[in-house]
């Protein structure tokens, strides 16, 4: 069964910093690009960070240059977004998906979606 599993959310303070983890299972990443999305309560899912399939090219939303990290391990079938310098409007349910190849800013072009993991940003 191909799956993508996430993991690492949680409640953190303002400033404070996570790390979620994509493991994928039943299907290598290898010819994958992944993207990280983010949807909070009544707002569209939007994309956060994509990561080429090799690691080769990333992409940032605004919103989160200079504060996120996208990075992949492809041995250990898994890609990485380290979150820093958090703020109360990062809080969301973060799902990570996988693509053939390439980035794409659009939910409707990837093929498997992780099951999300809630980030909460609050003093």
């Known amino acids: 069964q191909l799956q993508l599993v996430e993991s690492g959310g949680g409640l953190v303070q303002p400033g404070g910093s996570l790390r979620l983890s994509c493991a994928a299972s039943?299907?290598?990443?290898?010819?994958?690009?992944i993207g990280w999305f983010r949807q909070a309560p009544g707002k569209e899912r939007e994309e956060v960070s994509c990561i080429s399939r090799r690691g080769g090219s990333t992409n940032y939303a605004d919103s989160v240059k200079g504060r996120f990290t996208i990075s992949r391990d492809n041995a250990k079938n898994t890609v990485y977004l380290q979150m820093n310098s958090l703020k109360p409007e990062d809080t969301a349910v973060y799902y990570c998906?996988?693509?053939?190849?390439?980035?794409?800013?659009?939910?409707?072009?990837?093929?498997?979606w992780g099951q999300g993991t809630q980030v909460t940003v609050s003093s």
């Open positions: 998906a996988a693509r053939a190849y390439y980035c794409s800013g659009s939910p409707n072009d990837y093929d498997y």
């Open positions: 039943g299907f290598t990443l290898d010819y994958h690009a």
